[in-house]
């Protein structure tokens, strides 16, 4: 069984920086893509951006805008999500998972962006 433990959230101002890490206790695997996903209060969890085995990276809703970068480190069984320029409209719970998702999810970790 495969469990998921994210890290680097905090609180930041806008513009700011963060890179939030998952690491994965079980194997991620190279085989396996990997989904950087998020919750805003009272909103569903969306996927972020993706990467998969070969290292191809793929990126949705306002992630495609350029501010965030995943990539993964398969000998380290962690995934991460570079987060640049960050907005207000950026404060989520973030959480890491397989793509397609595994059912279980882990913890996430709190982002809050707010001067």
């Known amino acids: 069984q495969v469990q998921f433990v994210e890290s680097g959230g905090g609180l930041v101002q806008p513009g700011e920086s963060l890179r939030l890490s998952c690491t994965a206790s079980g194997s991620i695997s190279s085989i396996y893509d990997m989904g950087w996903y998020r919750q805003a209060p009272g909103k569903q969890r969306e996927l972020l951006a993706r990467?998969?085995?070969?290292?191809?990276?793929?990126y949705y809703l306002d992630s495609k805008k350029g501010r965030f970068t995943i990539s993964r480190d398969n000998a380290k069984n962690t995934v991460y999500l570079q987060m640049n320029s960050l907005k207000p409209e950026d404060t989520a719970v973030y959480y890491c998972?397989?793509?397609?998702?595994?059912?279980?999810w882990g913890q996430g970790t709190q982002v809050t962006v707010s001067s």
């Open positions: 990467i998969t085995s070969g290292l191809t990276t793929y």
């Open positions: 998972n397989r793509w397609p998702p595994l059912p279980d």
